[in-house]
Each structure stands twice: as structure tokens, then as C-alpha cells.
């Protein structure tokens, strides 16, 4: 069979799960959203047509799914209707309780999508910019053009917090 | 004070985050999903004897591109040659150029030596190195980098990211740029040494052109504007190509609104072109 097997699914997110699951948080800040997030990308991979054999193919794809699948979810209807402006997460977040990670990682999450998720590749996964424009699909300029703002944005979110970005080291 | 590495931190916190535990297979693969699982197989069987006749016409068609390419080949290397060494901007009406790339004599050993210098890069064996350092000041990036900005004089440079990838031969800078009381988010490309491709430069798929300004002897920028309004200018300086975002009439919205999504500016189009005069003269 050319499609993934149970087996091999409960294989594959056993060793890229976290992975999966760390990146969808990133995005939608919500241990809820997180888990919905998780499982579409789960039926995603079952629903592939043929097996991706390279290991690190096979994680680019599924941190590629993982970000289309945030970016379907702001889309969706549902999230729409929970939210009252552009910035609706931050707000939501605000109220939350489940607000269980450290400063660093809410400052990331106070960065637009297009900055968070490039810093995330670079800083957490260590791809390159080659890498990360080949698994997001942009240019290199557009990449390290986005991962150079989004430092300088990112150092500006630390400031405001009351921590001092000089101790920080990029 | 205690010395905090970025990456570090954001790394311990990050394997922090674990996926819930009962989000494993054993849970995926619950009665609604295997049901799911079956209609999918169905699905894929059924869309197998399409993909056949799919895959015929697909490799025809793909033998006839393969065809003209060899024709074309020809052409497109004498095309190659003669953008060698160019700044260029493409946008999806025109493409432009700001005439010959000149090799940014940067300071390489010192920049990597240097303590405050990080590195980060890819994994696996096709692992590229780039090294990165923000800079609180002109004089200190210049110090460290070799790195030329133009009018540093004249001009005040805060907030510099320098960025280089030395395998590649390039880098990037971005920077608040200030002038007489307006103020410029600008990024910035640039060859190093080492640098081996034919051209460099922005696209601007989204920008339309709205004026070509002429400064100084065979200078030459371009004001760009986004359907959202959003409004910078290309200019080639010092060996930088730099993308610079302008105010577009709005000087009193507030920076959060402002620095989305193209970077800070307080300057308007009128006072960059007083700045743009300035690197003219």
C-alpha cells in the first residue's frame, strides 16, 4: 500500500508529535486550539496519498501542514465569530488560564505569524533560511528579510515587557 | 548581570511544551477516524485509475517543456551573463536595476570572531552557517562588521541586525534609519567577497510603481506602494541595496499601527527624497 498504515502514523507522531504540537501552540497560543490543531494535521497525514521517505522531508511537510492549518483555522467561521478584531489572540490569551509558558515564548507569541513562525524554525527547529524558504515556500531575501524584522520586533516586545532586551543574546 | 542566550531560553521553554498525552495514536485512531480512514482508502482506489491516464498526459507534457528548455537554453545563459553583478527589483509590472553590484568589504573574520557574534544554521549534511549580531550603534557595527552605511555622518543608524551567509556571499542589515527629525525602518542586501551569483535584489510582487526618483549623478530609487497603502523606496547605496519603508501621509499613527506591516516610519515621501539628495551629493 502506497498510504500510510496505522502503525506507521502512531510511529511517525510518536517521533514528530511534540514537534507538531509545539509549533501549532506557537500559533494559536491554546492548548485546546492545539490539540484541534494536532488531530487535523494527524488526518492529514493519513489522508496522504503516498509516503514521504526522507525523514527530513517527512518533518518539513508536516511543520509545513502544521502552519496551513493554524492559517485555515483563523480563516475558519468559528474563529471569526470568538474574535472581535485582528489581533483576537492576544486578548484571548489574556483571559486564559492555561497560560503555562515561559516569557520568552509569550514574546514570541506577541510577533505576527509571518515573523513568529520563521524565528521558530531558526531558533528552535535550527533550519537554515535555505531550509525554512524551501519548507514555507518563499524566497531567501523574503525569509532572512522576515527573520531580521522580526528580531528587531521581537527585541521591542521584550522591552515593552520590562525586561531588558541587553541581556539577551540573538 | 547574568547573561541570557536567546535561543537558550526559548529552547528550554519550548521543550517545555509537550504534546497532551492523550493525544497519542492509541486516541487518533478512534471509531469516527477509522471510519474516516476506510472512506479515504476508498477514495484514494477510486482516484488510482485516474491517476494512471493523469500521469500519461503529465509525462507527455513534461517531455515538450524538457524539449524547448534544451532550445532555450542558449538563450537563457547569454541572459544570465549579462545580469552579472546587478542590483535588480522585479515587481509584477516591470523589472528594474540599480546598475552594478559593488562587493561590500566587510570585515568577515573579525564579524564571526567577535564574542556577541552568534551562529545558527541548519541541520543535516547540507548545513549552511550564518552568523548574526544586532548592534546598538553605528560605530560599534562599523568597528566590528567593516561595514560602510551611507551619510553616517549625517545620518543616525539604531537598532542595526547585520546578517551575513558567508558560503552563500550575501547578507542583510536592517536598521532604524533617522534624519532631521523623520525617522526609516530600512532592510538592506548586500554582496560579501565571496559572492558568486549573477544578480541580487528584491521582488515586490505586491508593489506598483509610483515614481522613479533620480538623485545625485546616475542615481536612481523607486517608490513602490502596496494595495494597502503600505509605501517604500529601493536604493542602492554603499554597495547595500536597501528597501526603506516611508510614512505614506498618516505621521501620527500610532508605532504599533505604524511598524505593520512594513517597519516603523515617521518620514514621509517628501523628506525621503530630501534624505535620498543628501546620499546624492
New interface residues.
Given amino acids: 500500500m502506497s498510504?500510510y498504515s496505522?502503525g506507521e502514523?502512531?510511529k511517525i507522531?510518536?517521533r514528530y508529535?511534540?514537534t507538531?504540537?509545539?509549533m501549532a501552540?506557537?500559533q494559536v497560543k491554546s492548548?485546546n486550539e492545539a490539540?484541534d490543531i494536532?488531530?487535523e494535521v494527524?488526518?492529514k497525514l493519513?489522508?496522504q496519498?503516498s509516503k514521504i521517505d526522507d525523514d527530513?522531508h517527512l518533518k518539513a511537510w508536516l511543520l509545513r501542514t502544521t502552519v496551513n492549518c493554524c492559517k485555515d483555522y483563523w480563516k475558519s467561521a468559528w474563529y471569526r465569530k470568538v474574535t472581535f478584531d485582528n489581533e483576537p489572540v492576544m486578548e484571548r490569551q489574556d483571559v486564559s488560564e492555561e497560560n503555562e509558558?515561559?516569557?520568552?515564548?509569550e514574546c514570541?507569541q506577541g510577533l505576527?505569524e509571518?515573523y513568529r513562525v520563521i524565528l521558530?524554525l531558526?531558533?528552535?527547529?535550527?533550519?537554515?533560511?535555505?531550509?525554512i524558504g524551501r519548507i514555507l515556500r518563499l524566497?531567501e531575501?523574503t525569509v532572512?528579510?522576515r527573520?531580521?524584522?522580526g528580531?528587531?520586533?521581537l527585541?521591542k516586545i521584550i522591552e515593552k515587557g520590562g525586561k531588558?532586551y541587553g541581556?539577551?543574546?540573538? | 548581570m547574568e547573561f541570557m542566550n536567546f535561543k537558550e531560553c526559548y529552547k528550554a521553554e519550548m521543550d517545555a511544551v509537550k504534546k497532551t498525552p492523550n493525544l497519542t495514536g492509541e486516541i487518533l485512531f478512534t471509531e469516527e477516524v477509522r471510519k474516516q480512514f476506510e472512506n479515504c482508502e476508498s477514495e484514494k482506489r477510486q482516484r488510482a485509475g485516474w491517476a494512471k491516464t493523469w500521469r500519461s498526459v503529465v509525462f507527455a507534457a513534461v517531455a515538450i517543456c524538457m524539449i524547448g528548455t534544451v532550445i532555450n537554453h542558449e538563450k537563457v545563459e547569454g541572459l544570465a551573463k549579462s545580469l552579472f553583478g546587478m542590483f535588480t527589483l522585479s515587481t509584477d509590472e516591470e523589472e528594474m536595476d540599480f546598475g552594478e553590484m559593488e562587493i561590500v568589504q566587510m570585515n568577515m573574520e573579525k564579524f564571526i570572531a567577535d564574542p556577541e557574534t552568534t551562529k545558527a544554521g541548519g541541520t543535516g549534511e547540507n548545513k549552511v552557517l550564518s552568523y548574526n549580531h544586532f548592534f546598538g550603534s553605528y560605530e560599534k557595527m562599523n568597528q566590528v562588521s567593516g561595514i560602510v552605511l551611507p551619510c553616517a555622518d549625517k545620518v543616525e543608524y539604531t537598532d542595526i541586525t547585520v546578517d551575513v551567509v558567508p558560503e552563500w556571499g550575501y547578507g542583510h542589515i536592517s536598521a532604524q534609519m533617522s534624519c532631521d527629525g523623520a525617522s526609516y525602518n530600512v532592510n538592506g542586501i548586500y554582496a560579501v567577497n565571496e559572492f558568486g551569483e549573477d544578480s541580487l535584489g528584491y521582488g515586490d510582487r505586491n508593489g506598483a510603481t509610483v515614481e522613479k526618483y533620480e538623485y545625485g549623478k546616475d542615481k536612481r530609487a523607486y517608490f513602490l506602494e502596496a494595495p494597502d497603502g503600505g509605501l517604500r523606496v529601493y536604493f542602492a547605496e554603499e554597495g547595500i541595496l536597501f528597501q526603506m519603508t516611508v510614512c505614506n501621509g498618516e505621521p501620527d499613527v500610532p508605532e504599533e499601527k505604524a511598524s505593520l506591516p512594513y517597519g516603523f516610519a515617521t518620514g514621509t515621501k517628501e523628506q525621503a527624497k530630501v534624505l535620498l539628495d543628501l546620499f546624492g551629493e
Avoid: W
Fill in positions: 498510504s496505522p502514523i502512531e507522531l510518536e508529535g511534540d507538531i504540537y509545539r501552540y506557537l492548548r490539540d494536532y488531530q494527524c488526518l493519513l489522508r496519498e527530513g509558558t515561559g516569557y520568552v515564548t514570541m505576527s509571518k521558530h531558526y531558533y528552535y527547529e535550527e533550519y537554515s533560511i535555505k531550509e524566497k531575501n532572512a528579510s527573520l531580521s524584522r528580531r528587531s520586533k527585541k531588558n541581556v539577551y543574546e540573538f
